[in-house]
């Protein structure tokens, strides 16, 4: 057989392949190549679909508009993309502590906090929910809050990571003003108005309600008729002893459980739960897991056992008193829980925090929140297209107005707080650490926020050069085009969009930054100390 010559050889024979047809041949012979092809393009129909299609894609986002107060953020038709330029869209890309199968593999539920049909009765929210909106097979937690927004936001991580540990369904309340004013006077916002619950439902492995999916908000408008209040047997952790001085050893009577009408029997927990285990009195952080162990029968049982006879009556006067609910595991405060340190919150922020590592990491924000801050951020740096990226910065948070309670009787107020000198050297810092990293960058822009309302406290700032500036939320009409709340929601995002950050020691708002920066961008961070002259001094 000559080389040219078609067919194999073996022995001198042909296959009986090269003994059909010309044709036949052709067809068998590029059959193998055309099933590998038809595979091919439908895996790739398969995916695309899977893209396309809300039910299959796993990363869908909601388009909604951001509400929050009285303003609609979103203006703009899509929501698909957000993220800030100087940080190639970071913010949208942190990567999970670990899978969501590995945190919650256990759950029963959907993995989409969006489709809430197979976890409530309505998730429109009914007139009142214990008989008609929640499944007897799922069981939930929730939570109220207290104090200012950022540990509201705290409070809302520790109740969603004690749903991770009891294995139920999280209800999380909005979050109301009080960094603002009174409630009558400004609205509150729901979480998913600020944060992207599909995406953090997506990481976790778990779905998560809000409030107003489970029951309707009270109508507020003149005339509206009152709704009825509705019973709930609770646990209370600031009535558990008398070491909060807030309280008085008396339940957290917080606004955000009046808003859902509700009339909350309180039982306290025992004083063993807190973190040295009832040794000391004074201290007013409690377990974790001595919480989630309220969900599991046994330690139940032996709780209410000794705590009954402490339980609160209801407020309608009828003197009647409620057994925590099993149904609806819920808390008056979850701002004091921890796993090691006494200290309320020292836990969180630390490097070892469940509550940071597992939960607050993948609380990104909304994106159309992120798209108006991307606004205001090309404004201030004079940005005029779209495809031009937003330069690094490096973002500062002084917080100094309410800190001034805080500080020593015998000081003034510009011994007590550190001079903007100390941000300055820290700032300086941070840009060195930046550029002797092995592909360094050189950032030049410093965007500071503060809630110091001293006009000659920022012509000093000013007075640092150039590249050190502010977004001034007065000129820009924040509060009127968007609401009360987005000042503040502003600074925040502003804040975790640096490259570097430098805040201050004691702030929980400088906390969450810090960590955000780190986390989300791969930033350089550093805290200024204060309370005592040179107090930051290194």
Known sequence: MESGEEGHQVGYRKYPLERRPWFVVFFLQRRAKVLVWVGILGVAAYLFIGYIDPKLADLRQSSAPVVAGKAVVNRTTSDETAGSAHVNDNI????????????????????????????????????????????????????????????????????????????????????????????????????????????????????????????????????????????????????????????????????SSAMYDLDISYTPIPPHFTLTHGVDPHTNTWSVWALAALSYPESRAQVLREQSSRTFPLHDGSGEKLEPDDHLLCFDLLYYTGVMQVFAGADFFADYSPFWNQVAIHMRWKKSLVRLANQYLRRHFAIEYDSDPIPPFISVHVRRADFKYICSPNLTKDECFAPISAYHRRVQEIKERLRNRPNGVDVQAVLVTSDEQDPGWWDQVAALGPEWRWIDHKTERTAEKYGDWFTLLLDAVFQSLGKGFVGTSGSTMSQFALKRVEAWNDGEVANVQWGTPGADNH
Request: aromatic content about 8%; hydrophobic content about 35%; glycine content about 8%.
């Open 92 to 255: 949208a890309v942190v990567q999970p502590v670990r899978s969501a199968h590995s945190i919650h593999s256990s759950h029963k539920h959907s993995t989409h906090s969006a489709d809430t049909t197979n976890i409530l009765v309505n998730d429109k929210g009914t007139v009142t929910f214990g008989a008609e909106n929640l499944l007897p097979s799922t069981k939930y937690i929730t939570g109220f809050h207290f104090a200012g927004f950022t540990n509201q936001v705290m409070e809302v991580v520790n109740l969603i990571y004690l749903a991770l540990l009891t294995n139920r369904v999280p209800i999380v309340p909005a979050f109301y003003p009080t960094h603002l004013g009174s409630p009558e006077e400004v609205a509150s916002t729901r979480v998913g108005d600020i944060f992207d619950l599909p995406y953090l439902s997506s990481k976790l492995g778990t779905p998560i309600i809000e409030w107003h999916q489970l029951k309707r908000p009270r109508d507020t408008s003149p005339g509206a008729p009152l709704p009825p209040k509705e019973k709930l047997g609770c646990w209370s952790l600031s009535a558990g002893n008398n070491a909060w001085s807030a309280s008085g050893g008396q339940p957290t009577e917080s606004y």
